[in-house]
């Protein structure tokens, strides 16, 4: 079962699950969330429990008397817990009616969010042969869905694929110029109040962004795994059931996350591929209500992420999996079409131009970056050839750009052929120029200090004629311009203005009750 977040995946078991004689058996790696959901579960009636390591032996034993019992409807599995030889005779003893693999996609050796505990989850069907088996996740690419198939011994299975469209979120991606003024103007200009979620790439930006929103007056709480966990737990109860809170994270936080009336996820770094982009922004919007993905990325990142992949441990092929999945996020964020077509064709899917992204909504101009190309890579190869040297893009933009600089006089750069023949572009447009040209390959970053070397491709372009299309760095703060009537979605925009205290009388009241149900306003 391939199904967007939000599509209802869940009732795709349940359901079976009840009507079937027998306990559902969920194997979930969201060990921090099965407390919720099972508490969600048993306020609707259903009988449901776990067992995970966050329990007391007599917290497990209860548990497990109930399903010998045969008195749970469902029982949610860590997929470590399936692996321990007690639990599968626990299994063998009692009556399961059907395994259910959640985040099936974790299977995948070669997919984004790989776990080794859901390789032996391949033996169920050889363990259990009769008892029926799905498998769901919110994403995965064509590669993925066979891996995940063929792995779970699933081939034969019926395979449903649903539309991974997710028209209501508004996807957005602009160049990171000033991120926090950025984040700002996303927040207070069309977000005033709103739940969101910004994703950080480190801890500490993470904790530094936090802080910028209290100081700016918006209620936000930072949340990675170097916090305790009391203090994670608090975070994540308060983000499902108070209205309007913003959670700055590291991607640890959200995953089986279910709050329906989050509108906005704003990325403050690059992720690492287009699954866990796509898996985070479909956060936003689950009730179907317009909601905003919004993105900032620049060169730093493109640099660090190429660095990253370059240090990282295994082996090669690891190494290739890693640069295939930035090369289809940087193909993502640099494109001229649709941003959804796009993300739709990633998933294997159709799709319209759609008229609810940047692209769409603001078609970006292009320009002829040939001679700008090319001035770029000659310098590169002109330092290697005639200096036996190489440089990060700060040096290259300025030896282009005919500044006379420290560092330049030191290395007498100032003597090269090529000082100062792109003086006719400025900062911004030179780092969007060596941006771009890493996105597509023609240019690439190595060792520590990210030193920028050519490709093979480079040649193409200094040598073969080959034409390289940019697109134009957009002016700062256009963005937000074609979003700047638009009501705060929160407050229901289809309601006539007389109807808007009783909504928001309405919205408190739901809040409160939740509060005093301790469970999400939903
Ligand atoms: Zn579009």
């Known amino acids: 079962m391939l199904m967007p977040t939000g599509g209802g995946k869940s009732l795709c078991y349940q359901i079976p699950a009840l009507a079937r004689e027998g306990t559902g058996v969920v194997i979930s790696p969201l060990i921090a969330l099965m407390q919720d959901q099972v508490d969600a579960l048993r306020a609707l009636g259903v009988n449901a429990g776990f067992l995970n390591s966050t329990q007391n032996p007599d917290e497990r034993r209860l548990t497990e008397a109930e399903f010998l019992e045969g008195r749970l409807d469902l029982l949610y599995l860590a997929p470590e817990r399936l692996n321990l030889d007690s639990t599968r005779q626990l299994l063998d003893r009692g009556h399961v009616a059907l395994f259910a693999i959640d985040e099936a996609h974790c299977v995948s050796q070669w997919g984004h969010d790989f776990r080794p505990d859901y390789l032996a989850l391949s033996e169920l069907h050889e363990r259990w042969p009769d008892v029926p088996r799905i498998a769901l996740t919110a994403t995965a690419t064509r590669a993925t869905h066979a891996e995940i198939s063929s792995r779970l011994g699933l081939d034969d299975a019926l395979h449903h694929v649903a539309s991974f469209d997710r028209p209501n979120i508004q996807y957005r991606i602009e160049p990171k110029n ?234 007498r750069h100032d003597e090269l052929s090529v000082f100062g023949v792109g003086s006719d572009l400025g900062d911004t447009e030179w780092r969007g120029v060596i941006r771009q040209l890493l996105a597509a390959g023609l240019l690439a970053v190595e060792g520590e200090y990210g030193t920028l070397v050519t490709t093979p491709a480079s040649d193409e372009v200094l040598y073969q004629g080959r034409t390289v299309r940019l697109r134009t760095e957009p002016k700062r703060a256009t963005r937000a311009a074609a979003a700047k009537d638009k009501k705060p979605a929160s407050r229901a925009a289809d309601l006539p203005d007389e109807a808007v205290p009783t909504f928001e009388h309405l919205r408190a009241w739901r809040s409160n009750t939740a509060k005093d149900q301790a469970s999400p306003p939903t």
């Open 178 to 411: 000033e991120p926090r003024k950025q984040l700002l103007q996303l927040l207070r200009g069309e977000h005033d109040g709103d739940a969101g979620i910004v994703y950080c790439l480190s801890r500490k930006s993470v904790e530094e962004t936090a802080e910028l929103l209290v100081r700016n007056g918006i209620d936000a709480v930072p949340y990675h795994a170097g916090l305790d966990s009391g203090t994670r737990e608090r975070h994540q109860a308060r983000f499902l059931r108070e209205d309007g809170l913003v959670v700055v994270a590291t991607i640890a936080f959200g995953m089986g996350i279910d709050k329906p009336d989050v509108r906005f996820v704003a990325h403050l770094d690059l992720p690492k591929s287009v699954e866990g982009y796509y898996q985070e922004t479909g956060r936003a919007g689950r009730d179907g209500l317009p909601s905003t993905a919004w993105l900032a990325y620049g060169l730093q990142d493109v640099m660090q992420q190429r660095k990253m992949i370059q240090s990282s441990e295994g082996d090669q092929a690891h190494r290739r999996t890693l640069a295939t999945h930035l090369d289809a996020m940087l193909a993502l964020c640099e494109t001229v079409e649709c941003r959804r077509v796009q993300l739709l064709a990633y998933f294997g899917q159709d799709g319209e131009p759609c008229g609810n992204c940047d692209t769409c909504l603001a078609p970006p101009e292009s320009w002829d970056g040939t001679v700008p190309a090319q001035k770029l890579l000659s310098t590169v190869v002109r330092l290697k050839r005639e200096r036996n040297q190489k440089f990060g893009a700060g040096q290259i933009i300025d030896i282009l750009r005919g500044k006379t600089t420290t560092k330049i006089t030191q290395y």
